[in-house]
């Protein structure tokens, strides 16, 4: 039996390379994203309900190629990183100081570019957060379980040659993963979402 680490090997490996056995003959592009935005995220546990929000930074890859002159499918990986999230509990007190969240994912995409520039992706993903918090004096991080999210992207590409270009996009997200903690919290459901925007660089 293969272990989860081969398991998400593999499926990255097929992630990434389904771009380009479906485009054969078709131009290649890559697309850098990177801005920031805020992010909420929400556990509810029967009547526990853990969340955190702040302002996060986002980074995303593209890669893939053209189906048609403007639909484009490609494989991503993106994150989003929380530093110093706020924490708010109801029905539980908890003398935790979380000082990082992240979200990554990693999944495949499609989108529509105009020849004007506007363009829209969209994107489902396998999703896993980490958190780093401190308990009692004591710096621990946790993953939790592997989930799934989606992503919707809407920006502008301006030409400044033959093959380059830089833009500006809205990020929007939502996804959810589920905790590995202790009871009530062990395989409870964690919505995360988060918006931004962010510039970009594209070779096409």
């Not at 909420?40 to 302002?55: C, R």
């Not at 999230?85 to 000082?99: E, R």
């Not at 799934?148 to 500006?168: C, D, P, R, Y």
């Amino acid at each position: 039996m293969q272990s989860p680490r081969r398991k998400i090997f593999a499926l990255s490996v097929f992630i990434l390379s389904t771009p380009l056995f479906a485009l054969q003959g078709e131009s290649v592009f890559v697309k850098l994203l990177g801005g920031g935005g805020y992010s909420l995220v929400n556990e509810t546990a029967g009547d526990v309900t853990l969340s955190f929000k702040g302002v996060t930074g986002i980074g995303m890859l593209q890669f893939g190629g053209a189906l048609s002159k403007s639909v484009k499918l490609f494989g991503f990986s993106s994150l989003a990183m929380t530093p110093s999230p706020s924490a708010t509990t109801q029905n539980l007190k908890i003398d935790t100081t979380y000082s990082l969240q992240n979200i990554f994912d990693l999944g495949l995409g499609l989108g529509y570019y105009s020849a004007s520039g506007w363009n829209l992706s969209l994107g489902a993903s396998i999703a896993q957060s980490y958190y780093k918090l401190n308990v009692y004096g004591t710096d621990i991080g946790t993953y939790t379980r592997h989930g799934w999210g989606s992503t919707l992207i809407f920006g502008k590409e301006f030409a400044v040659s033959q093959h380059w270009s830089v833009g500006l996009s809205l990020i929007g997200y939502y996804g959810q993963v589920y905790d590995t903690g202790t009871p009530p919290f062990q395989d409870a459901p964690v919505a995360n979402v988060y918006t931004g925007l962010a510039v970009s660089l594209m070779y096409d």
